[in-house]
């Protein structure tokens, strides 16, 4: 990893000074070391190349302007797909989370409710008792409770809520110490 570091100081080393560099060694510098980047991160990486680039007027012309979506002339059919390409199975949370703007866009539209999948807790809502157990036996049937409150806290807390632990989450036989020690 060192060799890779050095390799890049004496490449780097190449352009400079900047006042020498032309157009295109800008754009290859950038293609060498920053490929991908955007304005941002590339200001955080390589501060001094980006000033450089600023002070010559030659920020956007080196480093390319990222590819936006155009969310604006997307129909909800259009976001349905999309959220199945990127998204398929997560939930509301872990799509804000990604922070694309694409949750944004849903949110700005209006379109959240019928694109994203229902959150869990207004589907448990309505839930009885032998509903809770079917979906703790689908989902986490033979696990602890402490198991089933790491992998699932919202489920674990909804039943807690609703004062149906002792019903839908068993308590595991405790272990006999004295025959778990013999073998």
């Known amino acids: 990893m060192g060799l890779n570091v050095l390799l890049d100081a004496i490449e780097k080393q190449k352009c400079l000074p900047w006042h020498a560099c032309s157009l295109a060694d800008f754009r290859n510098y950038y293609t060498m070391f920053h490929e991908g980047r955007n304005k941002i991160q590339v200001s955080k990486i390589d ?28 129909k909800i059919k259009d976001f349905r797909e999309y959220y199945k390409k990127y998204y398929n199975g997560m939930s ?13 866009t849903l949110l700005v539209r209006g379109l959240v409710d019928k694109v994203l999948p229902k959150p869990r807790y207004k589907y448990w809502k309505n839930m009885g008792l032998d509903e809770f157990k079917e979906y703790y036996q689908e989902h986490y049937g033979g696990m602890s409770r402490r198991e089933v409150r790491r992998k699932d806290p919202s489920f674990y807390r909804i039943v807690h809520k609703k004062r149906l632990l002792d019903e839908v989450l068993p308590k595991l036989k405790p272990i006999n110490q004295k025959s778990y020690l013999k073998n």
Not at 50 to 65: A, F, M, S
């Open 47 to 74: 501060s001094e190349f980006y000033q450089t680039l600023g002070g010559k007027g030659l920020v956007d012309k080196v480093i390319p302007r990222p590819k936006y979506r155009h969310w604006m002339h997307m």
């Open 92 to 104: 509301r949370r872990e799509v804000e989370r990604r922070g694309d703007g694409f949750y944004q």
